[in-house]
């Protein structure tokens, strides 16, 4: 159950620049430890292969790219796509433009356009840069500083999707119905030139005034409200796990949850959509590499509800429903306890290979409830740039280039270690975190809600305790029911190694 954490602007140092303060330069130092063993610096050989590849392709987003492929592009520079991301990011990957389309009933309701950067253009099949993208597989990020699949020159500029900037892209055009449900689909290769860098803050405190969106993305919460019903219809859950974030109030500093906000949630459904589209097209071409997730089993889910009944809930209805119903933004401990549990229904996920001889259930992504591929970050994960091409010459049912046909096998593989690696960091950048947080408040008692329980091989036995203040999830020494609310001691925290150790008080 890992979160992504959240730094508040007075930690969070631009091109690393180092923070003022002693538990700043203590949350840096560990981060800097984490990252030590990690590839920071790209080769020479492999940077000097992307400043090549900037130097020759850069100004031209018309030229036929060193991934080989002379389909030609779509001008589509005249339509305003917009960027939304996180604050302050630079490697965008994604811009949209959505419509709401004034059609007979029966008809589409939206059009929604998805431009995503073409990074494969730069990378020469088998070349020096190749080969390093290989090896990292994906971004890694920690709250200070990320290790880029991709050099700077590529991530945050030439690929980049800048507002104002020229940039190839494929670019998804999907018509939905009313109902969310897809009324026809198209992908293509084209040059886009974004308006706008916007960020989620920003747009939701817009839309949370009754101030108007921009117009690129103004239809945003009706269609995504739309793809959520969508969503329900087809079985599919979205696991909207809070952030954990160090907030600061008067030069204390804190764990605090942040639940997401509409607008991502929005946001995330047309990545979704996208996904599904490209699946569909790779589907039908019979080659291609899926994201997928198995179904959960019964046994499974009778834990999940149990859970859900010890918490205080109704589990009287399928597990999906359970969740929505709960909301993932109520700031209840006992709700927000749920939602840190659920990802225990969904285990095994991981890269499948379009073949003859697979069945119907290994192909589902069983939290979408439908097939679905890794297709909208290609600057920040490997697997994307490969999806990309092959669903675009499904599409428009020609031949995918020989390279990405030819890489798909390995990738599974390469996707499982890389995001291995990148699960190990994100856990450990917790621990951290939550040990230097609370190193000064050994001895002091928490309010909790256990939401689990084990007993270790010395047979110790341990409870698993959601605390909403500071916003941690622990094991403590001691016995109790999930559900019950319960006090932990911190009995020791160790900065160096990120331990805690907590014990229930009787």
């Given at each position: 159950?890992?979160?992504?954490?959240?730094?508040?602007?007075?930690?969070t140092?631009r091109?690393r620049e180092?923070?003022?303060?002693?538990?700043?330069?203590?949350?840096?130092?560990a981060?800097?430890?984490?990252?030590a063993?990690?590839?920071?610096e790209?080769?020479?050989?492999?940077?000097?292969?992307a400043?090549?590849?900037?130097?020759?392709?850069?100004?031209?987003?018309?030229?036929?790219?060193r991934?080989?492929?002379e389909?030609?592009?779509?001008?589509?520079?005249?339509?305003?796509?917009?960027?939304?991301?996180?604050?302050?990011?630079?490697d965008?990957?994604?811009?949209?433009?959505l419509?709401?389309?004034?059609?007979?009933e029966?008809?589409?309701?939206?059009?929604?356009?998805?431009?995503?950067?073409?990074?494969?253009?730069?990378?020469?099949?088998?070349?020096p840069l190749?080969?390093?993208?290989?090896?990292?597989?994906?971004?890694?990020?920690?709250p200070?500083?990320?290790?880029?699949?991709h050099?700077?020159v590529i991530?945050?500029?030439a690929a980049?999707?800048?507002?104002?900037e020229d940039?190839a892209a494929?670019?998804f055009?999907v018509?939905?119905?009313?109902d969310?449900?897809i009324?026809?689909?198209?992908?293509?290769?084209?040059?886009?030139?974004?308006r706008?860098?916007?960020?989620?803050?920003?747009?939701?405190?817009?839309?949370?005034?009754?101030?108007?969106l921009?117009?690129?993305?103004?239809?945003l919460?009706a269609?995504?409200?739309?793809?959520?019903?969508?969503?329900?219809?087809r079985?599919?859950?979205?696991?909207?796990?809070?952030?954990?974030?160090?907030?600061e109030?008067n030069?204390?500093?804190?764990?605090a949850?942040?639940p997401r906000?509409?607008?991502?949630?929005?946001?995330?459904q047309?990545?979704?959509l996208?996904?599904r589209?490209?699946?569909?097209?790779m589907?039908r071409?019979g080659?291609?590499?899926?994201r997928?997730?198995?179904?959960?089993?019964?046994?499974?889910?009778?834990?999940?509800?149990a859970?859900?009944?010890g918490?205080?809930?109704d589990?009287?209805?399928?597990?999906q429903?359970?969740?929505r119903?709960?909301?993932?933004?109520?700031?209840?401990p006992?709700?927000?306890?749920?939602?840190?549990?659920?990802?225990?229904l969904?285990?095994?996920?991981?890269?499948?290979?379009?073949?003859?001889?697979?069945?119907?259930?290994e192909?589902l992504?069983?939290?979408?409830?439908?097939?679905?591929?890794?297709?909208?970050?290609p600057?920040r994960?490997?697997?994307?740039?490969y999806?990309?091409?092959?669903?675009?010459?499904?599409?428009?049912?020609g031949?995918?280039?020989?390279?990405?046909?030819d890489?798909?096998?390995?990738?599974?593989?390469?996707?499982?270690?890389t995001?291995?690696?990148?699960?190990?960091?994100d856990?450990?950048v917790?621990?951290?975190?939550?040990?230097?947080?609370?190193?000064?408040?050994?001895?002091?008692?928490?309010?909790?809600v256990?939401?689990?329980s084990?007993t270790?091989?010395?047979g110790?036995a341990?409870?698993?305790v959601?605390?909403p203040e500071?916003?941690?999830?622990?094991?403590?020494a001691?016995?109790?029911?999930?559900?019950?609310?319960v006090?932990?001691?911190?009995?020791?925290?160790?900065?160096?190694?990120g331990t805690?150790?907590?014990?229930?008080v009787?």
């Amino acid at each position: 159950m890992l979160t992504r954490l959240r730094l508040p602007s007075s930690l969070t140092p631009r091109r690393r620049e180092p923070a003022p303060g002693p538990l700043a330069a203590r949350l840096h130092e560990a981060y800097a430890r984490l990252a030590a063993d990690l590839p920071d610096e790209y080769p020479a050989a492999a940077l000097a292969d992307a400043e090549a590849a900037v130097a020759e392709l850069g100004s031209d987003p018309f030229a036929v790219g060193r991934d080989g492929i002379e389909t030609e592009r779509v001008d589509l520079r005249e339509i305003p796509f917009v960027t939304i991301d996180p604050d302050g990011a630079t490697d965008l990957d994604q811009a949209m433009h959505l419509e709401t389309l004034d059609t007979a009933e029966g008809q589409a309701a939206f059009r929604v356009r998805y431009a995503i950067a073409d990074v494969g253009r730069f990378i020469t099949p088998g070349g020096p840069l190749d080969a390093e993208t290989h090896a990292r597989g994906q971004t890694i990020y920690l709250p200070d500083r990320r290790i880029p699949l991709h050099p700077e020159v590529i991530s945050e500029g030439a690929a980049s999707l800048l507002p104002g900037e020229d940039r190839a892209a494929y670019v998804f055009t999907v018509e939905l119905a009313a109902d969310g449900t897809i009324v026809s689909q198209d992908l293509m290769r084209a040059v886009v030139r974004s308006r706008a860098q916007l960020d989620y803050d920003t747009v939701q405190a817009d839309a949370d005034a009754g101030r108007p969106l921009p117009e690129a993305m103004a239809a945003l919460p009706a269609i995504g409200a739309a793809l959520q019903a969508d969503e329900v219809a087809r079985g599919g859950i979205d696991l909207a796990i809070p952030d954990q974030e160090v907030t600061e109030t008067n030069g204390d500093y804190t764990l605090a949850y942040r639940p997401r906000q509409g607008i991502e949630d929005d946001n995330a459904q047309i990545s979704l959509l996208a996904g599904r589209v490209a699946a569909d097209l790779m589907l039908r071409a019979g080659h291609g590499v899926l994201r997928t997730m198995p179904r959960p089993d019964e046994e499974t889910i009778e834990a999940f509800l149990a859970i859900v009944t010890g918490l205080g809930f109704d589990a009287a209805a399928p597990y999906q429903d359970v969740i929505r119903s709960i909301g993932h933004q109520e700031r209840n401990p006992r709700a927000l306890a749920v939602h840190y549990a659920s990802p225990s229904l969904f285990r095994g996920a991981g890269y499948t290979l379009i073949g003859a001889e697979t069945g119907e259930d290994e192909l589902l992504q069983a939290a979408v409830g439908a097939p679905y591929a890794h297709t909208t970050a290609p600057l920040r994960r490997l697997v994307d740039r490969y999806v990309l091409p092959i669903a675009e010459a499904a599409c428009r049912e020609g031949d995918a280039p020989a390279w990405a046909l030819d890489g798909l096998a390995e990738l599974p593989e390469v996707m499982k270690e890389t995001g291995r690696l990148a699960g190990q960091i994100d856990k450990q950048v917790i621990e951290y975190t939550e040990a230097i947080l609370l190193a000064e408040r050994t001895g002091e008692v928490f309010d909790g809600v256990v939401v689990g329980s084990r007993t270790t091989k010395d047979g110790t036995a341990l409870v698993e305790v959601h605390v909403p203040e500071p916003a941690v999830v622990v094991w403590a020494a001691g016995e109790a029911p999930v559900g019950d609310p319960v006090q932990i001691r911190l009995r020791s925290a160790e900065p160096e190694t990120g331990t805690l150790l907590f014990d229930v008080v009787a």
